[in-house]
């Protein structure tokens, strides 16, 4: 099955304040993406986006063979929702009703679907090494963080959805566990050929898992590509502050170089102009007049220069 | 099933401190039954022997004993559940008159408190959902408004306006003895609601706002909660969201449930009081006129018990539908 996820032009607000602006990015079918970007940068507000959630004020979210999410109605979305692309939220978030077992809301899911058969939860969850009768017959206060991630994939899939979102899958998670549920999407999405979008504030995570990468900042995509080639040859300022801020193992520690001020937040972003630039150390004068526009996979007038 | 022990040997505790306390203060009080009865007695021609030994007899008991002697007497007849005979109306146990009197104060106090809970926790559910429309804010501001007036002001209100502006419903009793004879009957029990309507309604009305605000701010609460997004992110029918939102935000309205269930029952003597009904908190109000000594003691620990027993009730509910609390056989 053939379902990519083309976004185009999209503009996701709060009030009147853009948390996602004009942001275009290609999920080719059968890959994994990570988006990367500080707190406040507007991936969880687009990775929400491309279940039509939230207030989408122009562009498209257009899933092959499904439809354009930022035009469906609400009947339309509630169907595609969890049968077609999952979703599945921050292992400390509680995603699940505290006063239901896991089984009962399997049982309303499917009943919202029309789907009489759920059976397939049980392979799935065999496949995650959970043992299903014990966590269908359990609630959320008795299954260990690990155990809700890995609950939360179950639900994403168990109606054979194409695309899958994870929003901080590993945050909250100790090492181990957090490598167990990286290995199980990665598994989960070969074994399934989905279309995955993985959000994440840890390079780290991008690098082992996906193979192309989207970096955001102040609500923009400021650079995408493989996963590779951004890691090894970083482009924009930002990505490059990015990956200098993470400690290596060997070595000296103040090898690593933090980014130095703070992400802007919904209120502070610049109006005009490139985002990052206050931030910037190769700011120019037209970074405060215009926005750089996205040329070769990346938003930056100084990379813009040295190309030409 | 030791939660529950527990609950009983707590239970029990307090009955004793509550009854104990309430023996000492009724003893305090100004005024003392037997005096008055027997300087009544001599006031109508008896001599001061003739009236002492004719006081004796009538309580059962010697006058001017030492308290605490009367003290383990009583105990001695309440682990026996004797709650001793009254003073006032002479030789009718106060079990009789005290137990004549519960089941039309429960369901004064049952009705009032279920009507109230209904009504607020849906207007409840409608104000969070609304909450920054017109009627979210006039529902909010209903609520507090009423919130703050006391049950007897709303009674001493619907009974000037319901039975003597307009003569709709009866100022007091609790059936009409001429018409109907008390059984398990349609016109009995159509007369009994009929009577009720007011008194329930007075608690209903005086405490539905409290309720009403409670689960505004539950669900509201609620509203926030990461499930319920997850549940919409699933694609859940609305109902089931609804199912979910509901049963998660009335959860911490029960044990308020249940205290308030023991602040009626001891408020329902204004409301009884209003609307002359014979439940247990007019039979209050007439033994402390009356100095009944044994029939206020009975009262009490009867309030007592049911408050108990309320609180006992919701703990156990709470264990059967919040699994949280529910612990491993």
Not at chain 1, 34 to 45: A, F
Not at chain 1, 48 to 67: K, M, P, Q, W
Not at chain 1, 280 to 303: L, N, Y
Not at chain 2, 319 to 325: A, E, G, L, Q, S
């Amino acid at each position: 099955m053939n379902m990519g996820v083309t976004i185009a032009g999209l503009t996701v607000t709060y009030g009147d304040l853009p948390a996602v602006k004009d942001v275009s990015l290609r999920l080719e079918d059968g890959t994994i993406t990570g988006l990367v970007g500080e707190s406040g940068s507007g991936k969880s507000t687009l990775a929400l986006s491309l279940l039509g959630h939230g207030n989408i004020a122009s562009g498209s979210v257009f899933i092959d063979g499904v439809g354009d999410m930022s035009k469906m109605d609400k009947g339309a979305l509630r169907a595609v929702r969890g049968a077609k692309i999952g979703y599945v939220f921050q292992a400390a978030q509680n995603s699940l009703n505290p006063l239901l077992t896991v089984g009962k809301q399997l049982l309303d899911l499917a009943k919202s679907h029309g789907v009489r058969d759920v059976r397939g939860a049980h392979p799935l969850l065999r496949r995650m090494g959970l043992d299903p009768d014990r966590v269908l017959n359990s609630y959320q206060h008795e299954l260990s963080g690990g155990m809700r991630q890995r609950v939360g994939i179950m639900f994403a899939l168990v109606l054979n959805a194409h695309v899958l979102v994870l929003d901080e899958p590993t945050t909250a998670l100790d090492m181990i566990t957090q490598a167990n549920i990286l290995q199980i999407v990665r598994e989960v999405h070969a074994d399934r050929g989905l279309t995955t979008l993985i959000v994440t504030h840890d390079v780290g995570v991008v690098a082992e898992v996906a193979s192309r990468v989207a970096v955001m900042y102040g609500g923009r995509i400021v650079e995408c590509g493989s996963t590779k080639e951004v890691l090894a040859n970083p482009r924009h300022p930002y990505t490059r502050g990015l990956i200098n801020a993470i400690p290596r193992l060997t070595g000296p520690v103040d090898v690593a170089k933090p980014l130095p001020g703070t992400p802007p937040t919904l209120g502070t972003i610049p109006a005009v102009g490139c985002v990052f630039r206050a931030r910037c150390p190769i700011r120019m004068d037209v970074c405060s007049a215009q926005e750089p526009e996205m040329i070769d996979d990346v938003a930056c007038h100084a990379v813009g220069v040295t190309a030409k | 099933m030791w939660r529950i022990a527990g609950h009983l040997t707590r239970g029990l505790a307090m009955i004793w401190a509550v009854t104990t306390f309430t023996f000492v203060l009724i003893r305090l009080m100004p005024g003392d039954p037997v005096q008055v009865q027997y300087e009544r007695l001599i006031a109508q021609g008896m001599t001061p022997d003739q009236a002492e030994s004719a006081t004796a007899i009538t309580y059962g008991f010697v006058p001017h004993g030492p308290m605490w002697k009367q003290y383990l007497e009583y105990m001695w007849g309440l682990a026996h559940l004797d709650l001793g005979v009254s003073v006032e109306s002479q030789g009718v146990p106060v079990a009789d008159r005290v137990f004549g009197a519960l089941p039309w104060t429960v369901l004064l106090v049952l009705s009032g408190i279920l009507i109230s809970f209904l009504i607020g926790v849906v207007l409840g559910v409608v104000a969070a959902m609304r909450r920054s429309t017109m009627v979210g804010h006039g529902l909010s501001i209903a609520g507090s408004l009423l919130h703050g007036v006391p049950p007897f002001v709303i009674g001493i209100v619907l009974a000037a306006l319901f039975t003597r502006r307009w003569r709709w419903f009866p100022s007091g009793g609790h059936f009409n003895g001429d018409e109907v004879s008390p059984g398990f009957y349609y016109d009995f029990i159509g007369d009994v609601a009929y009577h009720a309507v007011l008194p329930a309604a007075s608690f209903a009305v005086a405490s539905y706002g409290g309720w009403l605000l409670a689960m505004r701010s539950s669900v509201a609460s609620v509203l926030g909660d990461d499930f319920l997004l997850a549940a919409e992110l699933r694609g859940l029918r609305p109902f089931m969201r609804f199912r979910y939102l509901a049963r998660n935000a009335i959860l911490p309205l029960f044990t308020v449930l249940a205290i308030s269930f023991g602040l009626v029952f001891g408020g329902s003597i204004f409301i009884e009081r209003i609307f002359n009904y014979p439940g247990l908190g007019m039979l209050l109000y007439q033994s402390i006129g009356a100095r009944d000594f044994s029939m206020m003691s009975g009262a009490f620990l009867l309030i007592t018990a049911a408050v108990i027993v309320a609180n006992i009730l919701a703990d156990v509910l709470y264990t059967v539908i919040d699994p949280r609390v529910r612990r491993q056989a």
